[in-house]
């Protein structure tokens, strides 16, 4: 702590250094936690819009017969709530995560590349809106599934070079940031912190930015080829013109499956950050779980097809398919019995960062175990595109993914604010999510297997009772999700004040720093001995 | 094999269901909750791989799950667990639990792969139909009888469907399950389909069947099913790849006839379509 003194000494330095203030502290933002919050709070906003989205997907769904939409409007909720989930929730929230943590964590001041980072956050919000607006233009939002699949995609009216764009946009904002996080992790890490002392969070976002950097372009790519298709007499995917509509499909995967891995990652990361703190232990295999995420990355790049079984592939592609999406169990395994390791024999406390992750390793264990089913060829011709498919990857999703997002700013927000939140509140955020998560997903693996297709709007009456109570689980969950900024709200407002190291067993160079934090956050790397501490896994 | 071993494991399923069921109302059951058994050789053999991997899960869940919370009640901090900081590697414990998830996958991967290989051995098949999806019903196309129909949904449950209907669709039978003119096809024979699209990508599923199929413009995909000689009746099932606006409307209905009753209709319904399509002097004839 000593050698800190000056740094906290400096923090009244705030008010007349180069700090803008205002919208400009904003509008301009170069610091790391600024472009960090900004993040973080755009995504609360996108998880929100999503979310309404889903609301209007459940309520439809809550009885059979059409109530309240048209079968379009519909679809057009199932494209969007996708597509803003995964761009606009989830993986901007990663970025926030990755902006805020990274330099405290690997002893920086900053990201190496403030103005890029800047204009990779600042390209976002436009992109949303573009991508929202597609609701008000003739023939509505696209509605052809976040995939847009050929030919299906080719029949969206206005909206289709909107979502393109839209997710152009968001692809060069993503590989912006990616590129800045490489570049951070690669050159800024304090002396002394060699790669393999790094936290497991910073690991998982640097494994995370090359699996970005190396499929955003093929995604890039693909809906390229759908532009032009439409609108140039092009014809990559149009049968007619001697394309091939099942290419899309490879290409479009090969972005995808890397893609949920882009979702999950960092969630292992902040998983292998949070279970250590709380357990009082230092996690169990650090080098396993580092090779274990890269395993799964590069193992990500040779799935691809496990999504499109049933397009009459040749039994051979069929078999490789196969086997290669079950090896994922084998390093995915690793990271669970890890962390099952580091909880035996530890001291546990379950505030409520380490709620969540527990949460997080019950919950995608099971997201796992129906990803293991789905592996299985001839079962996934029964599965494939009904609700049992559903169900996974919600799993795997909501209380994967969204949990350990919410584990991270719970366990983090102390140090972000100095000020610690109501854990009382914040436990009732996590029970009703917890509860209610599970009255929403686990009915849908009954009825995917009972043979309820997904993206439909309306089915038969024999699945009523599952869809009613998925669908109140949905509300349930939607609603409970609102504690969650009112929570934030609260402890920026009247937090009561926090220490700087704010949990008893936290590890790791973001908690040598003062609270509240310096302006610029590593002015001066950190010593040997902090880093030692530190970086003690 | 697979299934006789199985046997225990799908009595306790069973029982387990019942427990399920309990309390929902009379149409829930074990068929609401897992998939169906089906009715071709094929289909069995999918169900029995489901479960094998299902208890897989379950066996393993119990055994991780155990341990999570056997370490959540025991070592915690409130009770004055003391965290033995040194456990942070052991390499031989390490190795099996790497170990043994590879022998499962090996043991699950190798029946799954012989499925595999039956399901796409498309030889000797006797009847050949081309289904054709389109935006939105189906096109069945008997390509050595010359018999050829559109099947649609069917226009009760299609009336109720419209957004603001007012009609309960519980009062209509096989609701969005029921069309207009179902395929027939003959029990104990190996039926190839020919699956193919006229605009958007459509999939043909019959889950009874165990086979879902693309069915995808500019290609043409093959799948055969063989029902079961004494499993004839109505079998149900749905466009399964988002195909626009009405992919929820519109159904599959697979009528199984034993091979004398599929033949009478055959060559009754090819009579039919010569006749309505030869030319007619007086009227313009246009069955359905
Ligand atoms: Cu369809």
Redesign the pocket.
Known sequence: MAQHAPAAAHAHDDHHDHKPHGWRRWVFATNHKDIGTMYLVFAGIMFFVGGLMAMVIRLELFKPGMQFVDPLLFNSMTTMHALFMIFGAVMPAWTGLANWQIPMQIGAPDMALPRLNNFSFWILPFASAILLLTLLVPGGGPAGGWTLYPPLALQTADAFPMTIFAIHLMGVSSILGSINVIVTIMNMRAPGLSLLRMPLFVWSWLITAYLLIAVMPVLAGAVTMLLTDHYFGTTFFTAAGGGDPVMYQHIFWFFGHPEVYILILPAFGVVSEIIPAFARKPIFGYEAMVYAIASIAFLSFIVWAHHMFTVGMPLAGQIFFMLSTMLIAIPTGVKVFNWSATMWKSSMTFEPPMLFALAFLFLFTIGGFSGLMLAIAPADFQYHDTYFVVAHFHYVLVPGAVFSILGAVYYWLPKWTSKMYDHKLAKVHFWLSAIFVNVLFFPQHFLGLAGMPRRIPDYATQFTDWNMVSSIGAFGFGLSQLLFPYIIWKCVRSGAPAPARAWEGAHGLEWELPSPLPYHTWETPPSAAVIARGAEH | MIRKALAPIAALAAVTSLFFSQGAHAESGWHLLNMRQGVTAISREIYSLHMLIFWVCVVIGIVVFSVMIWSIVTFRKSKGAVPDTTMVHNTKVEIIWTAIPVAILVAMAVPAAKTLVQIEDTRNTELTIKVT?F??GWQYDYLENGVRFFSRLERKADAARQLGSGVDPNTIPNYLLDVDNPLVVPAGTKVRLLITAADVI??WWVPDFGMKKDAIPGFVNEMWFNVDEDKTGIYRGQ?T?L?GRD?AF?PIVVDVRSKEDFQTWLKATAEAQKQAAAPQPAATAHAG
Do not use: K, L, N, S
């Open positions: 999806g935006q939105w459509h999939a466009c790849e195909c992919h519109m």
